[in-house]
């Protein structure tokens, strides 16, 4: 009945304990959503202020491209070509070979801007150029077949034209224009170093974000940009870091005569100032932080498994401990009522059988008693202790009635109860306590030990403390078992499959009453094979 009853509410105790884990699950199921929602949110706000971040850049590289363009085109650019232009009208010297400048003039600063300057005579195929160097062949080549284009259409209202051209894998700019009276065509080669320069002041000349934002904070030093030509050779760059996530480049088109055309420019923000363009800035990754809660989520999730499985066993123990303690009052209880009946209803013939019944009656209500007691000191331990009575006793009669009392245990198996026992030896003990744990011990001893064994009961007075001992000639204890076999509802492997009965809790009972005693109990090899068990106690202070 009790067996089906406890596994009744062990069913339901595993059915709690789903309901709890699948619970948990949901729990773990509800972070990981929590944490994705977060990193969604976190990324799509990262994605807007990258891409606004991106204006601001693209803003820039407008900027400065408007600027470089006005700048050298006006300053530069068509400033030269004027010049020339005057000096043809003049007749004079288009290649500008002796005009020398007042320093920091436009046409000072604008005449480094030309490599050569050169002027080609289409009448005659003749080209004369400024500088020391002769120009190359290949230049020479080009400029006289660009010459005859030029002088068959007409010149755009600017009056100048720019080529971009590679000529031996070099890049070149030349800037010309012409002068159809005489079928000459006039204008010069772009010096890159000077326009790299030009392009560095143009950059460091003026703010390109509107001073507007942020109270002007936002200098040119936050912005990466860089200026290549169209075959991709740098011509200006700000600064040597940036965000490559942030980076936006464009193709210049062919606004401006083309001045810059193909050439392309990268821009990026530094993501040091984001947070003065975007309300919050740049959100920094919260991936670590959601790993941690995710981990720590999962760790819980773990402990909180580990702890149920460890109350499952502890209930199965629990079950398996009342399904055992039912058992073992049932033997006894059935023996107890056959003998009361068959004395009662006088079935028994002889004398003999009659004293043999009233020896077992007397047997196994001891057994029972001492069972009951183990049950109520172990629970004893975990409800409040029973009290305990110190008496200085002088221990060899006691252990004497102790055995006297066993010994009808001992002759159902046929068991001799030796003994060496030291007369003077004294200690403060309960008296019942002591004779709970020697019982337990002896009843180990026969129950475990073979029939017709001899078991052996010490007592012995070393320094400042007494030692009982009771050894058998069974199967003794396994070394690694002995830390274990004192733990409540322990029972060694073997004995689940063996048809000995016991509850576990013998010896859990004596280890603790022991300790009461402020003493000690060790289990060690006894002589011969079998266990020997050892109960010390100190002869002085008590606890
Ligand atoms: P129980 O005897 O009811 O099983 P105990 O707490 O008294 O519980 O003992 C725990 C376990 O230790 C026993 O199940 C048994 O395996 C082992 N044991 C105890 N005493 C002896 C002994 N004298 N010889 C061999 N094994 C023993």
Redesign the pocket.
């Given at each position: 009945m009790s067996s089906v009853r406890y596994s009744q509410s062990g069913d339901s105790t595993t059915s709690r304990s789903r309901l709890i884990i699948g619970l948990l699950v949901m729990v773990l199921l509800l972070v990981l959503g929590l944490a994705w929602q977060a990193n969604q949110t976190m990324r799509s706000h990262r994605a807007t202020t990258t891409s606004v971040l991106q204006d601001y850049a693209r803003v820039s590289a407008d900027e400065f491209v408007r600027n470089a363009m006005a700048q050298i085109g006006f300053y530069g650019y068509y400033t030269l070509i004027n010049l020339q232009r005057r000096q043809a009208f003049e007749d004079s010297d288009v290649l500008l070979k002796d005009r020398v400048f007042d320093a920091d003039t436009t046409e000072a600063r604008a005449k480094r801007l030309a490599n050569h300057f050169f002027e080609l005579d289409m009448r005659s195929e003749q080209i004369a150029t400024s500088g020391d160097e002769l120009i190359s062949p290949e230049i020479e080549d080009y400029l006289l077949r660009r010459g005859s284009d030029l002088l068959l259409s007409p010149l755009p209202e600017s009056g100048l034209v720019i080529d971009h051209t590679v000529l031996g894998d070099e890049p070149y700019t030349f800037v010309m224009s012409t002068d159809e009276a005489s079928d000459r065509v006039f204008g010069f080669e772009v010096n890159r170093d000077e326009l790299s320069r030009w392009l560095r002041q143009t950059f460091d000349d003026a703010p390109l974000l509107p001073e507007s934002l942020a109270d002007g904070a936002i200098s040119n030093d936050f912005i990466y940009l860089r200026f290549d030509d169209s075959k991709g050779r740098a011509l200006f760059q700000s600064r040597q870091d940036y965000d490559p996530y942030l980076l936006v480049s464009k193709l210049v088109g062919n606004e401006y005569e083309g001045i810059f055309e193909s050439f392309q420019v990268t821009a990026s923000i530094d993501p040091v100032i984001a947070e003065m363009l975007v309300i919050g800035g740049l959100p920094r990754s919260r991936l670590p932080v959601l790993f941690a809660v995710i981990l720590l989520t999962v760790g819980l999730l773990i402990a909180a498994i580990l702890q149920l499985r460890r109350e499952h066993a502890l209930m199965k123990l629990r079950t398996d401990f009342v399904s055992e303690v039912s058992h073992e009052l049932r033997t006894p209880l059935a023996q107890i009522r056959i003998f009361a009946e068959s004395l009662l209803f006088k079935r028994l013939r002889s004398a003999e059988d009659e004293r043999r019944a009233l020896e077992i009656i007397d047997r196994e209500s001891r057994r029972l008693t001492n069972l009951v007691e183990n049950v109520l000191e172990f629970s004893g331990q975990s409800n409040g202790e029973r009290e305990l009575h110190f008496t200085h006793t002088v221990l060899a009669p006691l252990i004497g009635d102790i055995i006297d009392e066993f010994q009808p245990l001992a002759n159902s198996v046929a068991a001799r109860v030796e003994t060496e026992l030291d007369p003077g030896a004294a200690a403060p003990v309960d008296k019942d306590a002591l004779r709970q744990m020697l019982l337990?011990l002896l009843d180990?001893?026969v129950?475990?030990?073979p029939a017709e064994q001899c078991v052996q009961v010490s007592l012995s007075a070393p320094q400042g403390r007494i030692e009982i001992g009771v050894s058998?000639q069974?199967?003794?204890?396994p070394r690694s078992e002995r830390e274990k076999?004192w733990r409540g509802y322990?029972?060694?492997d073997r004995?689940r499959q063996s048809a000995i009965a016991?509850?576990?809790?013998?010896?859990?009972v004596v280890r603790e009453t022991v300790n009461r005693h402020g003493g000690r109990i060790r289990v060690e090899d006894a002589v011969g094979g079998g266990?020997r068990f050892v109960i010390e106690i100190p002869t002085g202070n008590r606890p």
């Amino acid at each position: 009945m009790s067996s089906v009853r406890y596994s009744q509410s062990g069913d339901s105790t595993t059915s709690r304990s789903r309901l709890i884990i699948g619970l948990l699950v949901m729990v773990l199921l509800l972070v990981l959503g929590l944490a994705w929602q977060a990193n969604q949110t976190m990324r799509s706000h990262r994605a807007t202020t990258t891409s606004v971040l991106q204006d601001y850049a693209r803003v820039s590289a407008d900027e400065f491209v408007r600027n470089a363009m006005a700048q050298i085109g006006f300053y530069g650019y068509y400033t030269l070509i004027n010049l020339q232009r005057r000096q043809a009208f003049e007749d004079s010297d288009v290649l500008l070979k002796d005009r020398v400048f007042d320093a920091d003039t436009t046409e000072a600063r604008a005449k480094r801007l030309a490599n050569h300057f050169f002027e080609l005579d289409m009448r005659s195929e003749q080209i004369a150029t400024s500088g020391d160097e002769l120009i190359s062949p290949e230049i020479e080549d080009y400029l006289l077949r660009r010459g005859s284009d030029l002088l068959l259409s007409p010149l755009p209202e600017s009056g100048l034209v720019i080529d971009h051209t590679v000529l031996g894998d070099e890049p070149y700019t030349f800037v010309m224009s012409t002068d159809e009276a005489s079928d000459r065509v006039f204008g010069f080669e772009v010096n890159r170093d000077e326009l790299s320069r030009w392009l560095r002041q143009t950059f460091d000349d003026a703010p390109l974000l509107p001073e507007s934002l942020a109270d002007g904070a936002i200098s040119n030093d936050f912005i990466y940009l860089r200026f290549d030509d169209s075959k991709g050779r740098a011509l200006f760059q700000s600064r040597q870091d940036y965000d490559p996530y942030l980076l936006v480049s464009k193709l210049v088109g062919n606004e401006y005569e083309g001045i810059f055309e193909s050439f392309q420019v990268t821009a990026s923000i530094d993501p040091v100032i984001a947070e003065m363009l975007v309300i919050g800035g740049l959100p920094r990754s919260r991936l670590p932080v959601l790993f941690a809660v995710i981990l720590l989520t999962v760790g819980l999730l773990i402990a909180a498994i580990l702890q149920l499985r460890r109350e499952h066993a502890l209930m199965k123990l629990r079950t398996d401990f009342v399904s055992e303690v039912s058992h073992e009052l049932r033997t006894p209880l059935a023996q107890i009522r056959i003998f009361a009946e068959s004395l009662l209803f006088k079935r028994l013939r002889s004398a003999e059988d009659e004293r043999r019944a009233l020896e077992i009656i007397d047997r196994e209500s001891r057994r029972l008693t001492n069972l009951v007691e183990n049950v109520l000191e172990f629970s004893g331990q975990s409800n409040g202790e029973r009290e305990l009575h110190f008496t200085h006793t002088v221990l060899a009669p006691l252990i004497g009635d102790i055995i006297d009392e066993f010994q009808p245990l001992a002759n159902s198996v046929a068991a001799r109860v030796e003994t060496e026992l030291d007369p003077g030896a004294a200690a403060p003990v309960d008296k019942d306590a002591l004779r709970q744990m020697l019982l337990n011990l002896l009843d180990n001893a026969v129950k475990y030990g073979p029939a017709e064994q001899c078991v052996q009961v010490s007592l012995s007075a070393p320094q400042g403390r007494i030692e009982i001992g009771v050894s058998d000639q069974g199967p003794g204890i396994p070394r690694s078992e002995r830390e274990k076999i004192w733990r409540g509802y322990y029972r060694l492997d073997r004995e689940r499959q063996s048809a000995i009965a016991g509850t576990g809790i013998g010896l859990s009972v004596v280890r603790e009453t022991v300790n009461r005693h402020g003493g000690r109990i060790r289990v060690e090899d006894a002589v011969g094979g079998g266990a020997r068990f050892v109960i010390e106690i100190p002869t002085g202070n008590r606890p």
